[in-house]
């Protein structure tokens, strides 16, 4: 028996998917599996590991019947699912339209499949930007495949120069779960880096903000468990912006979530 009779929180990030690796990074014909470390290292900060899940395909060198994404939810304390491509319309049932970005289908189906497996397993999962949509998607909801040309709004929720200085106000509905995390505030400032966004809601999900044009920024699962998305980036709230609002109490929320469901001994801290 091992010694160590306590362990950290293993927490699994799904993969963002390069199919056409650029010539400089070699791979001719490879696909690449990579994550941008802000969000590990946003993990790490609050004394918790992460390791990134790379895809299970069902066309793949890797037989389901030997390794299926339910054996990661099983071995993982909880999953979060960063941000990257378009969904594809599909998905909810529509056709792309010419305002659809890249998709990744491979992708859309890996991850959901993965947000199935740690609901199903009672798991906390944490959905950031694309990852709000997939939680969308998964309950049933739609999804506005551009925002502007769709007609939610006039305001661009992205700005390529700027990227994650790109800012606007959030509004908390009162009474929230989200509010009551930050002392009952029902006003703060987030980034924005997407152009897409949740259109219908999926059944037992719930809007906890939305930005002051009325787009959805948060919602939450109704259920047992711990099941959120945020359309902004958390992991770039790094504090050089006193104005934002912070970062740290969403993880320290996932976190005691999966602390909570997990039944091995966990370091303190």
Known sequence: MNARSHRKLMIGLSPRLLHQAPAELGFPGKTLQYLEQSVAHWVMSMDALVAMIPTVQRDSLIRRALIDIADYADALDGLILQGGADVDPRAYGEVATNTIGPIDVVRDRFELDLLRAFIAADKPVLGICRGMQLINVAFGGTLHHDLCA??????????????????????????SWLSTLYDGATESLVNSIHHQGVKRLGSGLTIEARA??????????????????????????????????????????????????????????
């Open 150 to 175: 769709d007609g939610a709004t006039e305001n661009w929720h992205a700005h390529v120069d700027a990227y994650d200085r790109h800012v606007h106000p959030l509004r908390i509905v009162a009474g």
């Open 212 to 269: 002051d044009d009325h787009v959805v920024e948060a919602i939450r699962g109704d259920a047992r468990g711990f099941v959120l998305g945020v359309q902004w980036h958390p992991e770039f709230h790094d504090g050089s912006d006193p104005l934002l609002l912070p970062a740290d109490p969403l993880m320290r929320a996932f976190l005691d979530a999966a602390k909570q469901r997990c039944a091995c001994p966990l370091d303190a801290g």
